[in-house]
């Protein structure tokens, strides 16, 4: 069998020959052309028939491609320069022939390692995939800016890297809308947004910033050559800003902007994971979140909503389900879960522990769920008493995507689901009188605005009762079966980005 060090030598000695700088420089310009349409420099060469191209599909070039080239590029590549301007990914023939080595490395590893589970290849896929197909946008960074806003957590947040929510969220809007233009910023630069200094600056930079050469190593360090080669972390995802000598002066880049729009929004948390009291303070953030976007969204008045309660069944001091969602037609039944999916699961391929570790986590959720839906079915709810007739949906709401689709995932999921029904002394056969749904805030964002047009029972009803849906992600399934509904869900806090946006006046500039 040909080892996969014959097959990497020739990216490795390929890339060898380039200028680093130059290279993240280009790799920047093919990500900002995916990502927001934007436009090649004119010293990049790319041809006619790419910029024609109607999808990346047909331009046969990726974005997750892109952030494994910047990966071996901070491996490999020369710090000092080209030693010949002819090896340059510049010239659009050496990218092309760049990326054909990934390709033809990536292809190698498949057929050199055994396939393992059908349900892991697909998972870590979807994981690696599917983020890139949804561009940064003014929703995404409501959502977090307003989550992280919240008190109790904006405390943790503080202590933790010395910012306040908005101070962080003006510097990483304010540097996202800088590097959408310009590849580098000299260092120091001049502050020009309202209530920052240079001292909120460098705060920003301990977090989100590195030095190239530290950068280098870490990547390196990171580097295995084998079957998880192609979804290794990127070190870059932690530490997005580069810090690096350009012209004679200390410059700050940004190789792959969307990096560093993912770390200060979703990212945060791993800044806060150990510090005192965040888990609660997070968990009670995206709770209060939910309740924000549900009476955002309800438009129209149809929908009655009632928030989490305390009960008791004796002795036994009780909370009902977070959020419920009611119409005529029917009642949803909303828990919102931070938990987040450990890169493990997103990633491992040799064994299917990490991800049924997970699976078991959430299947643990949907029956907490319903073991207080049966408190409800039985007359203990104080605020919400027991409809008989009315249908019941149960909704897992997630933060970020679990990307759990599929039947494969779903029948693992349910086999786990009903063990601990039986575990719980609950029917069995719930889980297809009433049936579980799980979905991330984004897809709730857009539900919310579907049920507020059409009945919960009609949405929900036709989610669950069709075996083919069933395995859908909540989110395509409602631009599929609502489309004009779907089409017609928008920003629910447009004035969060407007609030912060005219704070950034006339922004830092270097």
């Not at 109607?54 to 490999?76: C, G, M, P, Q, T």
């Not at 910023?185 to 600056?201: A, K, N, S, V, W």
């Not at 909303?334 to 049924?356: C, D, F, N, P, Y």
């Not at 759990?404 to 039986?422: C, K, M, N, W, Y």
Request: glycine share 4%; hydrophobic share 40%; proline share 7%.
């Amino acid at each position: 069998m040909t080892d996969i060090f014959d097959t990497y030598k020739p990216l490795r000695n390929y890339l060898r020959k380039v200028g680093l700088i130059e290279s993240l420089g280009v790799i920047r310009a093919y990500v900002q052309h995916f990502q927001f349409g934007a436009l090649f420099p004119p010293d990049i060469e790319v041809p006619d028939w790419f910029l024609q191209a109607r999808s990346n599909v047909d331009k046969k070039v990726f974005e997750w491609e892109l952030d494994v080239l910047a990966r071996e590029l901070l491996i490999h590549a020369s710090p000092l320069g080209p030693p010949d301007p002819r090896y340059t990914l510049r010239r659009w023939s050496y990218f092309a022939g760049a990326v054909n080595k990934l390709k033809d490395l990536e292809n190698e590893i498949v057929s050199l390692y055994p396939q393992g589970s059908i349900l892991l290849e697909l998972h870590r896929i979807a994981h690696r995939e599917f983020p890139w197909q949804r561009p940064p946008n003014a929703t995404w960074l409501s959502r977090y800016y307003r989550i992280f806003s919240y008190p109790d957590l904006d405390a943790v947040l503080h202590g933790a890297t010395g910012l306040t929510a908005r101070e962080l969220y003006l510097l990483g809007l304010a540097f996202a809308g800088l590097y959408l233009d310009q590849f580098a910023l000299y260092y120091p630069p001049t502050i020009e947004i309202p209530g920052l200094t240079r001292d909120h600056f460098d705060r920003f930079l301990k977090h989100f910033a590195l030095d190239l050469e530290q950068l280098r190593a870490r990547t390196a360090a990171a580097q295995e050559l084998n079957d998880n080669y192609p979804y290794v972390f990127n070190p870059l995802r932690v530490h997005p800003i580069v810090g690096v000598e350009l012209r004679g002066r200390l410059a700050l880049v940004a190789p792959i902007p969307t990096f560093l729009f993912w770390r200060f929004t979703e990212g945060v948390y791993y800044e806060l994971l150990n510090q005192p009291s965040f888990a609660n303070a997070y968990g009670e953030a995206f709770q209060r979140y939910v309740g924000d976007v549900i009476e955002r969204a309800n438009r129209t008045s149809r929908l009655q909503f009632y928030p989490e309660v305390e009960y008791r069944i004796g002795k036994d001091r009780k909370d009902s389900v977070d959020w419920i969602l009611e119409d005529d037609s029917g009642l949803l039944f909303v828990e919102s879960k931070t938990k987040r999916l450990q890169l493990r699961a997103k990633t491992e391929i040799r064994s299917t522990e990490a991800l049924e570790s997970e699976l078991d986590k959430l299947a643990t959720f949907i029956v907490q769920l319903y073991k207080t839906i049966a408190d409800y079915r039985s007359g203990h709810y104080p605020h919400v008493p027991y409809r008989p007739g009315k249908p019941v949906y149960p909704l897992v709401l997630t933060l970020e995507e679990w990307f759990s689709f599929g039947p494969r995932i779903h029948t693992v999921l349910d086999q786990r689901v009903a063990v601990r029904l039986e575990e719980a002394d609950l029917p069995r056969e719930w889980l297809n009188e009433m049936s579980y749904s799980t979905c991330s805030v984004a897809a709730f964002e857009k539900l919310v605005q579907v049920v507020d047009a059409r009945p919960i029972a009609e949405v929900m009803g036709r989610k669950i009762a069709d075996p083919e849906f069933r395995g859908w992600l909540l989110d395509g399934f409602l631009s599929h079966a609502f489309p004009a509904e779907s089409h017609a869900a928008r920003n629910l806090f447009p004035e969060t980005l407007d609030e912060l946006t005219a704070a950034i006046a006339p922004n830092a500039q270097g």
